[in-house]
């Protein structure tokens, strides 16, 4: 390995990262390169190629691997400063570092237990459940004992927009009564996945949107919960975790299992989906690296001479790399920039700069795959090296947490708010302009100005 990570790290924050956090950033970085990338190969020979088998195994070198991330004391590093010192303790920055490192292998966010849906579920246990709760599901999912899925997205709306949701939450003495499906519940295919957070309807007649969802924890195997099947992206299973879709028949939970209380469930999607948003954009950053690094290889292979030069010889492959390496280097200072102002605030004061990289950063490396691709020729879009897979991954990135076009709805009504006090000092600037052609006697004459009639007009 070249040059360590902690000493990669852009200058404009390095004096934000602490000694410790620097140390552990090279830890991770040697333990993804080391251990995780050499495993990611393997953990797919174990999943097996049957389907209904991939679901049910738990490949055994990801299982090591987690063995081995606990005693190196890289284990749930994501859990940021401030919660009662269960996680590492980072700052959204310093761990933000790490998370590039864990985006660069497919399994080495789990491995640390540091993996989507699981560190954002823990996050909203950790700062939304009771003290039961917190007992009863967060203690067993931050020793990785047991697994979790967000229910969400339903089938038959459009649920970009949440207040869409039609899941039916009914309150029946100490119970509430759950029906509806969900589909897109990542994590539900795992055999160790044990708790379903799911969002949906109490009170669907309260005339404020916003109040008519809550979140309840729902145990995977109680009875009327049928897993009708699975759902593929791109072809691809994600297996052992894969996507779900989910039906509940009138399936019963104690009325305590209700977080935070009836109505808060948007105030909880919000505050999950913060710095959830900062890991993803990390993560994807460490591909756009493990994707590049890809691309560099390949145009050195001595043995791929295209028109009688190695392709790092051709001028059109090097202004690729070059436009990625500004791609990657630029979306970086954007994610660790909003990471920052959540560690200087909180994530709403952050929600400009969250949505800058969540639109910014994926499709920066869908175009970084896609070179990638381009210049391993057929192999790029074969099994033969990680770039097919990354890229249906890249994908879709554009989609969860919520598509492109909503975070750039948000992002274009901010940005438009402001028009009002640009108009203000425009005006401005054009009345001190005409004091100072006044000033110094100017005639404000347009240059183009001909000043001729049909009558004067010249002739040739
Ligand atoms: C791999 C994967 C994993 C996922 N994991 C989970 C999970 O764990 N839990 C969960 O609950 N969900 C999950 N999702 C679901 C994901 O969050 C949703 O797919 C996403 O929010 C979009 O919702 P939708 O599919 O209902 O699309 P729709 O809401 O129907 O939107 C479809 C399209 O409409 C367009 N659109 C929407 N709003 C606007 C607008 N304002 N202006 C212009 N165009 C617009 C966009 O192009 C959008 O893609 C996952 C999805 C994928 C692909």
Request: a neutral charge.
């Amino acid at each position: 390995m070249d040059i360590p990570a902690s000493a990669r790290i852009p200058a404009s924050v390095v004096d934000k990262v602490s000694k410790k956090a620097q140390q552990t950033l090279d830890e991770v970085e040697s333990f993804v390169q080391e251990k995780c990338i050499p495993a990611d190969a393997v953990f797919a020979q174990q999943l097996g190629r049957e389907p209904r088998g991939r679901f049910a195994s738990h490949p055994k070198v990801l299982e090591d691997l987690k063995l081995e991330a606990r005693r190196r004391g890289l284990w749930n590093l994501f859990l940021a400063k401030g919660h009662d010192g269960k996680g590492a303790g980072y700052t959204n920055l310093e761990y933000g570092l790490m998370a590039e490192q864990l985006g660069q292998s497919q399994i080495a966010s789990e491995a640390m237990n540091c993996s989507a849906p699981d560190s954002g579920n823990m996050e909203v246990l950790e700062k939304f459940s009771n003290a039961s709760q917190k007992k009863e599901w967060l203690a067993p999912l931050l020793d990785g004992k047991i697994r979790s899925a967000f229910l969400m997205t339903e089938p038959d709306i459009a649920s970009s927009d949440a207040t869409n949701i039609r899941f039916d939450i009914r309150k029946e003495g100490n119970e509430y009564v759950l029906n509806g499906s969900k589909w897109w519940s990542s994590g539900a295919g795992d055999p160790s996945c044990e708790l379903y957070i799911v969002m949906g309807k109490t009170d669907a007649d309260n005339p404020n949107p916003y109040r008519q969802q809550s979140v309840v924890l729902v145990p995977s195997r109680t009875p009327g919960i049928i897993v009708q099947r699975m759902l593929s992206v791109f072809g691809y299973d994600d297996a052992p975790h894969g996507h779900g879709y989910v039906t509940f028949n009138n399936v019963r939970i104690p009325a305590s299992n209700v977080v935070l209380g009836e109505g808060r469930g948007f105030e909880i999607i919000q505050g999950r989906l913060g710095p959830g948003r900062i890991h993803h954009t990390m993560r994807c950053i460490g591909a756009a690296e493990r994707a590049l690094g890809l691309l560099l290889a390949r145009i050195h292979e001595p043995t791929k001479r295209p028109f009688g030069k190695m392709l790092h010889e051709h001028g059109l492959v090097l202004s690729q790399v070059a436009r990625a390496r500004i791609e990657i280097d630029s979306s970086r200072l954007v994610v660790l920039n909003a990471a920052i102002k959540i560690d200087n605030g909180n994530a709403k004061l952050a929600m400009a700069e969250i949505a800058e990289a969540k639109i910014l950063v994926p499709q920066m490396l869908g175009r970084v795959i896609d070179d990638a691709i381009q210049v391993y020729g057929g192999a790029g879009v074969s099994q033969d090296t990680p770039l097919a897979y990354m890229w249906a991954c890249a994908r879709t990135m554009r989609l969860v947490d919520g598509p492109d076009e909503v975070h750039l709805l948000q992002l274009g009504k901010r940005e438009s708010r402001r028009a009002a006090g640009v108009r203000e000092r425009l005006e401005r600037q054009k009345e001190l302009e005409g004091q100072l052609f006044q000033h110094y006697d100017v005639q404000k004459v347009d240059p183009l100005y001909m000043g001729w009639t049909s009558e004067t007009k010249p002739k040739l």
